[in-house]
């Protein structure tokens, strides 16, 4: 594993390869403005464009569609000469896998245009809930970080994803489930009605690609999530949060799992970069911020280090005057991990004393253990698999 040290001392993953688009790259997650450029590279009149690129805007964001020969206010002409230089591809399903709740664990290939390296893969997680549909995407390809406690961050940072990959998780998850406009449903409602950037990775080292997918993502005339259905989590990259905020006004939730800084230089060695009282700071000043548009801040508890009722009132001290909601997180475990989740009378405890100083502390209901799709057990298990049961796995994402 490649990794760099700074001055001070902090271990950070460097990507180990970049993105190799393939020889017919695919329109999704461009802006209006490059499928603009690319038309006019193939051709198409400048007095066009506009027209052609809402054509293509609406049916690929709203009709799903992954064929052009499907476009059929688009002359025959013109669809040949889309499909002859360019793809409507998303990530391909490689497996997909089923929890006794419910929730989805889709892994993907990303498609490339470097034929001898080894396809790259990532995680997505769909949950449903009674009153809403909740898709994690991933924005790398592993993850930057060494965070202790999380499974995702033992893995090696491969590369960063495209905006394309990002967006193309979100219609992965739609294609899958039936849920593009044509979907007939007794009250109309969508299954994916929220996302969440929790998946693999540390979107806020990916800035730019992140930035792109979460305006496509909220695009009125497209995919169209409202921003305050998405939400985008960070472990603190202070210098781009207020950026992130100005640019794409989506919801704002800070993996925070301890209080005082020699704690979270373990748990969270981003940290040492950038403290407790900077990423707060961060917080107090994130644009839009109200007791509307409140900050979730996540607190995974670790039985017998962060879970005292000490770790509790500094947490509360240290929000003061930040409109924010704790989301405490039952640790998940996995293989090989030195935590344990604490126990459910000292989760309770801790919840109490949060909720009554004010602040919503609900108790987040561990969803997909089973298929290790909960919060800090993505990691693209699939790649320990044999390849008999690699093919298994595929056969079955085939026929579902």
């Known amino acids: 594993m490649t990794q760099t040290t700074d001055a001070l001392g902090i271990l950070e993953k460097t990507a180990l390869e ?8 695919s329109l999704i997650g461009l802006s209006r403005e490059e499928i603009a450029d690319r038309l006019g590279e193939i051709g198409v009149p400048a007095g066009q464009r506009k027209m052609r690129v809402q054509q293509l805007w609406h049916w690929m964001y709203v009709r799903g569609v992954q064929d052009f020969a499907e476009m059929s206010n688009v002359s025959k002409d013109m669809r040949t000469a889309l499909a002859g230089h360019f793809t409507l591809a998303r990530p391909e399903v490689v497996a997909e896998q089923i929890s006794n709740d419910g929730t989805r664990k889709w892994l993907l290939r990303l498609p490339s245009g470097h034929a001898t390296e080894r396809a790259h893969e990532v995680e997505c997680v769909y949950i449903p809930e009674t009153d809403r549909g909740t898709l994690c995407v991933s924005s790398q390809v592993g993850c930057t970080l060494n965070c202790s406690f999380c499974h995702t961050g033992t893995q090696r940072l491969v590369r960063n994803l495209t905006a394309g990959e990002i967006v193309g998780q979100v219609m992965v998850a739609r294609d899958r489930l039936g849920d593009w406009v044509d979907r007939e449903t007794p009250n109309g409602n969508r299954l994916v009605t929220n996302v969440v950037l929790m998946g693999m990775g540390e979107p806020l080292y990916n800035f730019d690609a992140v930035r792109d997918a ?28 207020a950026r992130m905020g100005e640019e794409t006004g989506v919801m704002l939730a800070i993996s925070l799992h301890a ?28 644009p839009g911020s109200s007791n509307a548009r409140r900050i979730t801040f996540e607190y995974v508890m670790l039985k017998g280090v962060n879970d005292s009722l000490d770790d509790a ?17 039952p640790f998940n475990p996995w293989p090989g991990t030195t ?3 604490s126990d459910w009378d000292q989760i309770e405890k801790f919840s109490e004393y949060v909720f009554n100083a004010g602040y919503s502390s609900p108790v987040r209901t561990p969803r997909g ?30 026929t579902d």
Do not use: F
């Open 18 to 25: 970049s993105y190799v688009p393939p020889a017919q790259p």
């Open 214 to 241: 979460l305006l496509i993502i909220s695009d009125g005339e497209g995919i169209a999530l409202s921003r305050r259905r998405i939400t985008l989590s960070t472990s603190g990259v202070v210098p781009n949060i």
């Open 259 to 286: 209080v005082r800084d020699e704690l979270r230089n373990e748990l969270v060695p981003l940290n040492r970069k950038y403290p407790i009282a900077e990423l707060l700071d961060a917080c107090r000043n994130y």
């Open 313 to 329: 009132k500094l947490l509360v001290k240290l929000l003061k005057g930040i409109p924010a909601k704790i989301n405490l997180i």
């Open 339 to 341: 935590y344990e989740c």
């Open 369 to 398: 253990r089973d298929i290790l799709a909960a919060c800090g057990q993505l990691k693209s298990e699939t790649e320990k698999l044999s390849a008999r049961e690699r093919q298994a796995l595929r056969a079955m994402a085939m």
